[in-house]
């Protein structure tokens, strides 16, 4: 059995860590605050009085930069890599060093100051999986200007909403990137993003990559390694812990994307303390995140709390399948001497539609890896447990979001870990209160079903307030309930103490009168040996409301026939949910439309199934799999 797979029955400390929180939750956070270096340390914790819930270690000052670099190379690890850039799609291994990196740090952070960059200026970053997404990211953070990463290849209209909300001084971006086999120029979206945005840079410092170079604008653009070449290292510049160190946007409902902000000492706080807290990682191991810098999972943890905490982070520039295969991942976490890997449901789901059987496994020695964490989505049961027989490793499903920027639930690899049932995100990581409300406000039962909220205050490292709009982060996550944040997800916490989060609450369907999980349905409709990944929506009726359609995409290799299929999914749904779940249709399809992040777009293919126009998210991987879903749902029905 692995070092930290939990026995039967086995106890964890998990109970007196989080007791420990409950009795002195701002003496907890102070003695997590003296794992960074701080300018001025904080003598107080909390300000109940600042900002829409309160503000964390309000007299603090530091910089992130220097706790996420300048500390380790003081400290005699300036040879250890501190980032291993692992480019399937272009074929190449690159380190840096903790010392070559703060060298490329502080040189860049020197060449924005020299073009007038300063603290609290904001800087948009547009780049790939490339270091120097991480360089530019630290270099920003060394200076206290504001970073905001935008995914790259993000459409042109996306790009510019983001640059008009931010108004960024300058921008860094590169002039490709690579997606698949196939090379994605970038600098055209930045030329046609900016003539959409009313704001304009006053400079761009482009990434001239090798596969594809662009044209420089004179006056505008510049070449950015040349111009970090001939710059001067700069120091880092003190903040105080509640100056904003970036902003990631995510797509609003209303047209304009939410800026979410993150500040410097709780974020810095909260991420170092997770890193031991729940991945059990040590200065100097291996930690392999397989994600993109533009959402939140690579922001935390390919970049920040990894370096912060001495460690190694593998940054992947490639996919979990076809780069060159379903066994990319294997290979990685070899090669590297990963100790812990944190990827989503969907890359695995992936990698078990092309390999089910695990085959790309063999011949990688994957003795140094501890434990797989998931996030991004709630992972069906089927997918856990597949991973955990083939790896025989522990798998932990966590639970967080943008908005958090760090687990709410987990499980902890610092207290031994729990048994956790798949299915299941763990339990609240101190610092969290997290219960299940009734429509009322009203705290639910254990094993009572309902919207997931948290008492207030946020701990350390999550969203102050949103970018320069302070009343949309009230209305968005503190009106509905009083005195709790509102995380938009659905579930319960039952009599242990685990939480199980079965969707967005926007994912409860109402069948005459019943209001029914969609992701427990999902978890019964994954549990079909021929079942790959799969997705549940409601579809208008007109007698009972909405009436549940499951969507499917089958394992490789498995052929059956889609009536026989059908039947057996509504058989199993009936079996484990009962009739009251009026599940009656299946339809097999390739493959589902996902955001670039891996999440199902669940509201798009209610609106197909029910007919409906439907807009194009701009955060959508493929278009065409609409046109996919589309045909096959209405194919005879016209």
Request: aromatic share 6%.
């Amino acid at each position: 059995m692995p070092e930290d797979a939990p026995a039967a029955g086995s106890s964890s400390r998990y109970d007196d860590l989080y007791a420990d929180w409950q009795r002195d939750p701002h003496g907890w956070w102070l003695r997590a605050a003296a794992g960074i270096d701080w300018d001025q340390p904080p003598t107080r914790a909390f300000d109940p009085d600042s900002g829409p819930y309160g503000r964390w270690f309000p007299d603090g000052r530091l910089n992130t930069c220097g706790n996420a670099l300048d500390r380790h190379v003081a400290a005699g690890r300036g040879a250890q890599p501190a980032i291993i850039h692992d480019s399937p799609v272009t074929g190449t291994v690159a380190t840096l060093t903790y010392a070559q990196l703060l060298h490329r740090v502080e040189r860049l952070a020197g060449a924005l100051a020299a073009r007038g960059l300063r603290a609290g200026d904001r800087v948009v970053i547009y780049l790939p999986m490339v270091p120097d997404a991480a360089v530019a990211m630290l270099a920003c953070a060394r200076l206290g200007a504001v970073h905001s990463v935008v995914f790259g290849g993000f459409a042109a209209p996306e790009l510019a909403a983001r640059i008009a909300d931010a108004q960024p001084r300058l921008i860094l971006a590169a002039s490709c990137g690579i997606e698949g086999g196939r090379v994605v120029p970038y600098k055209p979206l930045l030329d046609a993003a900016l003539a959409q945005s009313p704001h304009q840079p006053e400079a761009c410092l482009i990434l001239q990559r090798p596969q594809l170079a662009a044209t420089l604008l004179p006056g505008r653009d510049e070449d950015w390694l040349a111009a970090e070449a001939a710059a001067a290292p700069h120091p880092c510049v003190s903040v105080a812990a509640t100056d904003p160190l970036y902003i990631l946007y995510t797509s609003g409902t209303t047209g304009k994307p939410k800026g979410v902000v993150r500040d410097n000492g709780g974020h810095a706080v909260a991420l170092h303390r997770s890193m031991s807290l729940i991945y059990g990682l040590r200065a100097g191991e291996v930690m392999f995140t397989a994600s993109d810098v533009g959402w939140v999972v690579g922001h935390s943890y390919i970049v920040y709390a990894p370096l912060l905490a001495g460690c190694t982070s593998v940054l992947f520039e490639g996919k979990p399948v076809g780069t060159p295969d379903a066994g990319t991942f294997w290979r990685t976490c070899a090669q590297h001497g990963v100790h812990v890997m944190f990827t989503a449901p969907t890359a695995l789901r992936a990698i078990k539609k092309e390999d089910p059987g695990g085959r790309l496994l063999a011949g990688h020695d994957l003795s140094a890896l501890r434990a797989l964490f998931l996030a991004g989505e709630r992972c069906d049961p089927d997918t856990a447990s597949w991973a955990a027989e083939l790896l025989g490793r522990p798998v932990v499903d966590h639970w967080w979001q943008t908005e958090t920027g760090w687990p709410i639930t987990a499980n902890f690899r610092e207290a031994g870990l729990f048994p956790q049932p798949p299915g299941s995100g763990g339990k609240p990581s101190p610092g969290y209160a997290v219960v299940a409300l009734d429509e009322t406000g009203t705290e639910l039962p254990p094993g009572g079903n309902g919207a997931l909220a948290i008492r207030l205050p946020l701990p350390p490292g999550c969203a102050p307030t949103l970018w320069q709009d302070e009343p949309r982060f009230r209305a968005a996550y503190l009106s509905r309930f009083p005195g709790y944040y509102e995380t938009g997800d659905a579930g319960r916490v039952d009599a242990s103490g685990l939480v199980w989060v079965m969707g967005r609450t926007d994912d409860i369907i109402n069948t005459a009168g019943h209001r029914l999980s969609t992701g427990a349905m999902e978890e019964v409709l994954a549990s079909h040996p021929a079942v790959a990944e799969c997705a549940v929506v409601g579809r208008h009726d007109p007698v009972k409301g909405q009436v549940p359609l499951g969507l499917v995409v089958l394992k490789s290799g498995a052929t059956p026939d889609e009536a026989t299929l059908a039947a057996e999914l509504v058989a199993l749904v009936r079996e484990r949910i009962g009739p009251v779940a009026a599940f009656r249709e299946a339809r097999v399809v390739n493959r589902l439309p996902k955001t670039r992040s891996g999440k199902i777009l669940r509201a798009t293919l209610r609106r197909i199934a029910d007919g409906e126009d439907y807009p194009v998210p701009p955060t959508i991987d493929d278009p065409q799999t609409l046109e996919e879903i589309a045909a096959v749902l209405h194919a005879g029905t016209g």
